[in-house]
């Protein structure tokens, strides 16, 4: 049993490793002075540089496509968790004619993912005014089912008790909230706010089709754009530089929160 | 106590104050106006562009004329004599059949073999998810040069044990294959998270049981595991089928449907008509058939949504 569960091990670590050569490479290349010569090589032989960074921040326009990733994942989040907390509540907590039905309007659109919907939202944006501007990109994500069904579940899991004696100290439905409900709900807030972040630090076709001016890009654009641009000029260190400044929040994101991450991943499903 | 105090039989109310039927109204106001903002967002970026999509794919712009004039079944009956569009449909079918079994057997395979929450289980698991985290656009400029022909990672290291590698994003019969290659790279690990999940659910006693009437791994994992994951499997399959339709950043990056049309998917399409072509009548026929087809799938798999929405505790 043990030496079975060892040779497992084993495998799998070899497995890991050839799962994880596309990351090993982009670390490796994008260290290497030289480049072109050996520059599929996963053998670090060099003295490492900064260079490739260098060159990858002056190419792109890396702080300001960071600023505005920033500002529509943030932004979305910030939004999601106002309205997420509202609906959330409600569910758990209110009863009234219709829940049925609203509750299975929210579930569907667990289905009809805004991608799929691309061509009727750009024209909605448009209408809105938003067309070229980070509202625009962020707008069609300000609800979100799988966060009021993530709300409603860690509502529902907390205690009547709490709520009751603020209810009898004289507090309004929001104060509960507030002071009651929402701290005791810290790990679906973080949970969700994980899947949320990652989802739109990540998204592409999206912004790629309401953003048309350079200096409202997001990262996952500037880095096609990167990509395809130094399609003939071969500068593969340079590339795998700027794919790790584009990785490396999410790294870093990922290193501080291991646990949530697998947690709230395990149950979200649908992203944010 | 309290309850009873507030809610009075409505005789003993012969009565009620403005006042109270203010706070009453109020009250049954409350879970409409809590829900009022989603519901709005919901309306205007799920709903409303359902029946606007529908309506643009039944009308269309005439040259030179502004209002658009309906056209019936018009935009569908150019979509569907259009090979560009057939072809991204049975490419989106390999593609789906490539990508899904293999990922989610992956999957099943990594969940099983990592269970245990050891030290270097919980380090493998990290290396495995790692790549669903990175964005789809980050993960096709790495393949960019991976799959470069002749100097790319994958072309070098082959030909180091004597192989020689292939046009991996160039040759029509190989691009599609390449792209898969990346998808399961990329969802597999994420796949294995739900499995990991699934396991710990298991009755302990169920498989023990199995073991002692001499059923071997493979029997236990064929008759005892696999059946017993079913809900898993099916709400990883929900997910994967969805990721299969609406997830095209590798193609625009890496090979932009082509060539020869060999790695166009439907979303590519639509985001082709629509962005470059301008085919609005006919990007918007392609949306109603993909928001058809995931409206079918919903409605069969609600049970398992349902099921993933309250599992999300």
């Known amino acids: 049993m043990r030496r079975a569960s060892l040779i497992i091990t084993g495998l799998m670590l070899i497995l890991a490793f050839f799962w994880s050569t596309p990351f090993l490479w982009t670390l490796v290349a994008s260290f290497r002075p030289d480049s072109a010569i050996g520059m599929a090589s996963l053998v670090p032989n060099y003295k490492p540089t900064w260079a490739n960074f260098a060159e990858a921040l002056d190419a792109g326009d890396f702080a300001i496509y960071y600023l505005n990733t920033a500002i529509v994942a943030f932004g979305i989040l910030a939004v999601q968790i106002v309205t997420i907390s509202l609906a959330g509540y409600a569910f758990a907590r209110l009863t009234f004619p219709g829940r049925e039905l609203i509750f299975y309007v929210f579930l569907l659109q667990l289905m009809l993912v805004p991608p799929i919907l691309i061509v009727p939202n750009l024209r909605t944006i448009v209408d809105l005014g938003l067309y070229g501007s980070l509202l625009g990109v962020m707008a069609p994500y300000f609800a979100s089912a799988f966060g009021t069904f993530l709300m409603r579940q860690t509502f529902r899991q907390i205690p009547r008790d709490f709520e009751e004696a603020s209810v009898i100290d004289g507090a309004h439905w929001w104060q509960t909230l507030w002071h009651v409900l929402l701290p005791m709900a810290k790990p679906g807030l973080i949970a969700f706010s994980l899947v949320s972040l990652m989802a739109h630090w990540n998204e592409f076709l999206w912004p790629l089709m309401v953003l048309n001016e350079p200096r409202t890009q997001t990262l996952t654009i500037g880095l096609a754009t990167f990509a395809l641009g130094s399609e003939g000029g071969k500068e593969w260190g340079v590339l795998a530089a700027g794919t790790l400044l584009v990785m490396f929040p999410l790294l870093a994101l990922f290193a501080v929160f291991q646990r949530q991450f697998v947690n709230s991943f395990m149950f979200s499903g649908l992203k944010g | ?313």
């Open chain 2, 1 to 313: 106590m309290t309850s009873i105090a507030t809610e009075a039989p409505p005789l003993a109310e012969s009565r009620p104050s403005r006042h109270a039927m203010r706070i009453k109204r109020r009250r049954r106001a409350l879970p409409y106006l809590l829900l009022a903002p989603s519901l709005l967002l919901l309306a205007g970026f799920t709903y409303w562009p359902i029946v606007r999509v529908v309506w643009d794919s039944l009308h269309d712009r005439i040259l030179g004329q502004t209002a658009s004039q309906f056209v019936g079944l018009g935009n569908y009956a150019s979509l569907f004599s259009d090979q560009a569009f057939l072809k991204a449909v049975i490419n989106n079918l390999v593609y789906a059949v490539g990508t899904v079994p293999l990922s989610m057997a992956l999957a099943l395979l990594f969940a099983l073999a990592l269970q245990r929450s050891t030290r270097a289980n919980a380090i493998l698991r990290a290396l495995l998810l790692f790549p669903s985290m990175v964005p789809l656009v980050a993960a096709a400029s790495l393949f960019f040069f991976i799959f470069l022909p002749g100097v790319g990672l994958f072309d070098y290291y082959l030909a180091k044990i004597g192989l020689r590698g292939a046009n991996w994003l160039g040759d029509p019969d190989i691009a599609l294959w390449s792209l898969i290659g990346i998808t399961v790279w990329k969802n597999a690990g994420y796949y294995m998270l739900f499995y990991l999940a699934g396991l710990q659910t298991l009755p302990g006693d169920v498989l023990e049981a199995a073991t002692i009437d001499g059923a071997n791994a493979w029997q236990r994992l064929r008759h005892v595991i696999v059946p017993l994951l079913a809900p898993t499997t099916a709400f990883v399959l929900v997910i994967a089928l969805i990721n299969v339709l609406t997830q095209v950043d590798h193609v625009i990056v890496l090979t932009k449907g082509g060539p020869s049309n060999s790695t166009k998917l439907v979303l590519y399409y639509i985001f082709e008509q629509a962005h470059e072509n301008f085919a609005a009548g006919k990007a918007a026929a392609a949306s109603v058939l993909s928001v058809a087809f995931l409206l079918a799938m919903s409605v069969a798999s609600l049970k398992t949504m349902e099921r993933g929405a309250h599992a999300a505790s």
